[in-house]
């Protein structure tokens, strides 16, 4: 069974920073991709950050030069440091990983940006 588990959302300031963590209950390279999603109120899931297998990364354009995908082979976890948070991130965070042909979805972390 394939798990993925977010920590790290919470409350922050506008100007803040928060870091995500998606740990996988598999080897991460087994993954083709991984990746983090959003959604706020009312709104569609959006593409925030993915990176594929041999490490090359791709952002949303409204995260550009703010958030920042990386990965730790050795803990098999995905992070996804947020720096410079406006209001507008505000929104539930999704680990995402796509292994063996299947979407597999965390359960979401809370971010609010918010003064």
């Known amino acids: 069974q394939v798990r993925l588990v977010e920590s790290g959302g919470g409350l922050v300031q506008p100007g803040g920073s928060l870091r995500l963590s998606c740990a996988g209950s598999?080897?991460?390279?087994?993954?083709?991709?991984m990746g983090w999603y959003r959604q706020a109120p009312e709104k569609k899931r959006e593409l925030v950050a993915t990176?594929?297998?041999?490490?090359?990364?791709n952002y949303a354009d409204s995260i550009k030069g703010r958030f920042t995908i990386s990965r730790d082979t050795a803990k098999d976890t995905v992070y996804l440091q947020m720096n410079s948070l406006k209001p507008e991130d505000t929104a539930v965070y999704y680990c995402?990983?796509?292994?063996?042909?299947?979407?597999?979805w965390g359960q979401g972390t809370q971010v609010t940006v918010s003064s």
């Open positions: 995402n990983g796509f292994y063996s042909g299947t979407n597999y």
């Open positions: 990176i594929n297998v041999r490490g090359g990364t």
């Open positions: 598999r080897n991460i390279f087994s993954f083709n991709y």
